[in-house]
T-cell receptor, first 109, second 116 residues
Framework: RKEVEQDPGPFNVPEGATVAFNCTYSNSASQSFFWYRQDCRKEPKLLMSVYSSGNEDGRFTAQLNRASQYISLLIRDSKLSDSATYLCVVKRGNTPLVFGKGTRLSVIA | DTAVSQTPKYLVTQMGNDKSIKCEQNLGHDTMYWYKQDSKKFLKIMFSYNNKELIINETVPNRFSPKSPDKAHLNLHINSLELGDSAVYFC???????????????FGPGTRLTVL
């Protein structure tokens, strides 16, 4: 079983829609969680960290459920520019970041 | 103004050749990394250097040898290239050792390596 699992998609949604992605992680010792965004043929960029209490950044909301070992990302009012692959990333202790395979989102006009 | 830069952007070569990829960061960061993203899109760390010292060395064949001449540069040399080495190689850097949550990693644009 992969340490971080994501539905690869693609999720095809119309502009203005709300879309949510989930990610599950297998190691209960994981302590830190992040969402990265990777555009086609580009480098990954940090979108947001995920905190236990949940956090919001504009149209993006991240949630963490430690009991069920999953992380979610909610995007409201989708824009065409949100089209990208969203990578779920976990970290435990002094170990390197572990990336999921990513979920591809296409926002359609 | 590029924060983390890599050269070359594309590299096409024959099996058995030796090649190098260069990375430079102008962010003043102490730590640099090499990642490999294969055709299945998994992004996996290979190496990490902090102030020219190797701190992470994941299970990577000996054919891969990183070199850090100074803390702003981390190069990757690959000997005897194999078909399975075809991937996108990303360099990244962070202020700290990448161990704290706040050590955001900034990625370079990637080097797309194709081994024929």
């Amino acid at each position: 079983r992969k340490e971080v699992e994501q539905d690869p998609g693609p999720f095809n949604v119309p502009e203005g829609a709300t879309v949510a992605f989930n990610c599950t992680y297998s190691n209960s010792a994981s302590q830190s969680f992040f969402w990265y965004r990777q555009d086609c043929r580009k480098e990954p960029k940090l979108l947001m960290s995920v905190y236990s209490s949940g956090n919001e950044d504009g149209r993006f909301t991240a949630q963490l459920n430690r009991a069920s070992q999953y992380i979610s990302l909610l995007i409201r009012d989708s824009k065409l520019s949100d089209s990208a692959t969203y990578l779920c990333v976990v970290k435990r202790g002094n170990t390197p970041l572990v990336f999921g395979k990513g979920t591809r989102l296409s926002v359609i006009a | 103004d590029t924060a983390v830069s890599q050269t070359p952007k594309y590299l096409v070569t024959q099996m058995g050749n030796d090649k190098s990829i260069k990375c430079e960061q102008n962010l003043g960061h102490d730590t640099m990394y090499w990642y490999k993203q294969d055709s299945k899109k998994f992004l996996k760390i290979m190496f990490s250097y902090n102030n020219k010292e190797l701190i992470i060395n994941e299970t990577v064949p000996n054919r891969f040898s990183p070199k850090s001449p100074d803390k702003a540069h981390l190069n990757l040399h690959i000997n005897s290239l194999e078909l399975g080495d075809s991937a996108v190689y990303f360099c990244a850097s962070s202020q700290g050792r990448g161990l704290a949550d706040t050590d955001t990693q900034y990625f370079g644009p990637g080097t797309r390596l194709t081994v024929l």
